[in-house]
């Protein structure tokens, strides 16, 4: 069996990725239009919240992949700066405005409901008040990659940045568990039976995530080789300019 | 369509916002792949002619 470090080779890496992507793509947008069309359409109002349960298909995935993009980047991070592979850092590269995105359709959509809900858009409430410091984190990290020329000087200062926003990825994902105040729910999947959504709605929820899920992977395998190119791609222009 | 009730807005405004985000994160991702991989192919063949 051959290592995972074998895709540290950047060709590798595209080769695999390529024989994969069209599965991905394909596997995502079926889960999504199916996910999305059961939560839509096929299944019932709560007895409290009405009919803005159906957002939980959209917010509870989007929110799980902002927390777990982040992780993930952390990942990459930590192995850029022991190990000083390329594609690592442009894979946590790519995965940022992913999770940028995912962030704000949590935000977004978790406003849309709290006002009906809550009857109002924003509370400082930990969990709310730590997904918005993650999100100005996705910012910032994106910047900084965007500020710094040198590619190496940029996954060096990023990765620092990604270890230092973990501690906010991981509260946003914590704090409605030991954070006993503020208006935010607990989590809405749990092992727990009692404390997990009603069947009728989980079903078509896991689905959704699993959308979720391949989405980010298509998108993060896709960006990660742009990245990967576009490296290259300086690579060669630089020889060009050094040569002319 | 399922009767929304008093929460349409909220609902339909959600899954607007969140389609449009989606939508919009893949074509972006989509076009700069496409674009830098014909640059860089565009390179390598120059590359290569000149020697």
Not at chain 1, 35 to 40: I, N, P, R
Not at chain 1, 73 to 98: G, K, N, Q, T
């Amino acid at each position: 069996m051959s290592s995972i470090w074998v895709y540290a080779n950047p060709k590798k890496f595209i080769d695999t990725t390529d024989r994969f992507l069209p599965a991905l793509a394909v596997m995502s947008v079926s889960c999504l239009v199916v996910g999305l069309v059961w939560g839509f359409f096929f299944t019932p109002d709560d007895f409290r919240q009405g009919s803005t349960v159906k957002i939980i298909y959209l917010h509870v995935p989007a929110a799980l992949m902002a927390i777990n993009a982040w992780l993930m980047m952390l990942v990459a991070s930590i192995i850029w700066i022991v190990r000083r592979h390329h594609v690592s850092a442009r894979a946590a590269r790519a995965a940022a405005p992913v999770g940028v995105v995912m962030t704000l359709i949590a935000l977004a959509t978790g406003a849309l409901w709290g006002q009906p809900m809550w009857g109002t858009w924003w509370a400082w409430d930990p969990r709310l008040t730590s997904f918005l410091i993650l999100f100005l984190f996705y910012l910032g990290y994106i910047a900084l990659w965007e500020a710094i020329e040198d590619a190496d000087t940029a996954a060096d200062l990023t990765s620092i940045l990604c270890l230092v926003g973990s501690v906010f990825a991981l509260l946003s994902r914590y704090a409605v568990n030991f954070w006993n105040q503020g208006l935010h729910q607990g989590a809405s999947l749990s092992l727990d039976k009692e404390e997990n959504v009603a069947d009728v709605f989980y079903f078509p929820l896991l689905v959704c995530i699993a959308g979720f899920v391949l989405l980010f992977i298509a998108l993060v395998f896709l960006r990660t080789q742009t990245e990967i190119r576009a490296r290259r791609m300086r690579a060669l222009m630089a020889r060009d300019r050094m040569e002319a | 369509m399922p009767d929304l009730g008093k929460y349409a807005e909220a609902v339909l405004s959600s899954y607007a916002v969140s389609l449009v985000l989606l939508i919009i994160l893949v074509a972006l991702s989509w076009r700069r792949a496409v674009r830098i991989k014909s640059a860089l192919r565009e390179i390598e063949e120059r590359q290569k002619k000149d020697g």
